[in-house]
């Protein structure tokens, strides 16, 4: 059973930047894309950003001059860089596996870590 | 702008009820339409993909129909383990996630 853990501090400081890194365990991280999602009261469920395996990336345009997700296969892990945060970036924060082949979607979830933005 | 809207905003059903969850796009979507529940303290898990079939180990009282615009979450008769909130989520332009439709207990 492939399972997914978000790491990194839940606290961070106005105009300074979240970084968080997810660990994906019991399988393989190829052919799928990984994936950052986070969840708020107001805006609910917003998707952030995803890496392929090769390193392709496709990010949220709303987020997009500020994120950066890499990759480190050989770790089993990928990361979430989120530059000038402001309160508006806390949340929950998911990494996901997203599956093309015979199931397509967010098929694998985190837990979740909560990151407040906070002096 | 795309946009995901869902209703109603809460369905309140006494277990063993039918519950009908709307899902309405802004543009079409062809088929491209997950649906997820979510418990408190837990992530989203994923139930339907692709509009109406369902993912691993989700009962057969889970079902889901619609294209285009309009898709709808059935659940045929309520357990108690499945109060909760539904979210409906696109893949057609991007990912983005309905506001969620929370299912209570009458």
């Known amino acids: 059973q492939v399972q997914l853990q978000e790491s990194g501090p839940g606290l961070v400081k106005p105009s300074e930047t979240l970084s968080l890194t997810c660990t994906v365990s019991g399988g393989s991280m190829n052919d799928y894309y990984w994936t950052w999602i986070r969840q708020t009261p107001e805006k609910g469920l917003e998707w952030i950003g995803y890496i392929y395996h090769s390193g392709y990336t496709m990010y949220n345009p709303s987020v997009k001059s500020r994120v950066t997700i890499s990759i480190d296969t050989s770790k089993s892990q990928f990361s979430l860089g989120l530059t000038s945060v402001t309160t508006a970036d806390t949340a929950v924060y998911y990494c996901v596996r997203y599956a093309v082949d015979v199931v397509t979607g967010f098929d694998f979830w985190g837990r979740g870590t909560q990151v407040t933005v906070s002096s | 702008e795309f946009v995901l809207t869902q209703s109603p905003a809460t369905l309140s059903l006494s277990p063993g009820e039918r519950a009908i969850l709307s899902c309405r796009a802004s543009?079409?979507?062809?088929?491209?339409l997950a649906w997820f529940q979510q418990k408190p303290g837990q992530p989203p898990r994923l139930l339907i993909y692709?509009?109406?079939s369902r993912a691993s180990d989700v009962p057969a009282r889970f079902s889901a129909s619609g294209s285009g615009t309009d898709f709808t979450l059935t659940i045929t008769s309520l357990e108690p383990e499945d109060f909760a909130v539904y979210y409906c989520?696109?893949?057609?332009?991007?990912?983005?996630f309905g506001p969620g439709t929370r299912v209570e207990i009458k």
């Open positions: 989520q696109q893949r057609r332009f991007l990912f983005t």
């Open positions: 543009q079409s979507i062809d088929r491209y």
């Open positions: 692709d509009a109406s």
